[in-house]
């Protein structure tokens, strides 16, 4: 069973900094692209970054140059640094990754599936 655990959040003031892990653990066969999401009261959930397995990152344009993400393919983990920050952060963010599990002892034949995390709290305090 495939499970996204997510760590790091907390309360911080504005112009502070935390940093975000997500580790993949559960029958993991390969993990493709990693990426965080947010969500914030009374706002839908949005991308906040992205990362492919090679490592190439994308990012929202309110987080470009505050955020950097990051991931450990040999730990199945992804890693979001967050700087600069701001009230507007204060959100839940969710971990999400595509990932293809074992079964039988072989790739599952059904292909990548998209899973999440439970989330973790980020409040910004002004």
């Known amino acids: 069973q495939v499970q996204l655990v997510e760590s790091g959040g907390g309360l911080v003031q504005t112009g502070g900094s935390l940093r975000l892990s997500c580790v993949a653990s559960?029958?993991?066969?390969?993990?493709?692209?990693m990426a965080w999401y947010r969500q914030a009261p009374g706002k839908q959930r949005e991308l906040v970054a992205g990362i492919s397995v090679t490592g190439s990152g994308s990012y929202a344009d309110s987080v470009k140059g505050r955020f950097t993400i990051s991931r450990d393919n040999a730990k199945n983990t992804v890693y979001l640094q967050m700087s600069s920050l701001k009230p507007e952060d204060t959100a839940v963010y969710y971990c999400?990754?595509?990932?293809?599990?074992?079964?039988?002892?072989?790739?599952?034949?059904?292909?990548?599936?998209?899973?999440w995390g439970q989330g973790t709290l980020v409040t910004v305090s002004s």
């Open positions: 559960g029958g993991i066969f390969s993990v493709n692209t």
């Open positions: 999400n990754a595509e990932i293809l599990s074992v079964v039988g002892g072989f790739s599952d034949p059904a292909g990548y599936v998209e899973h």
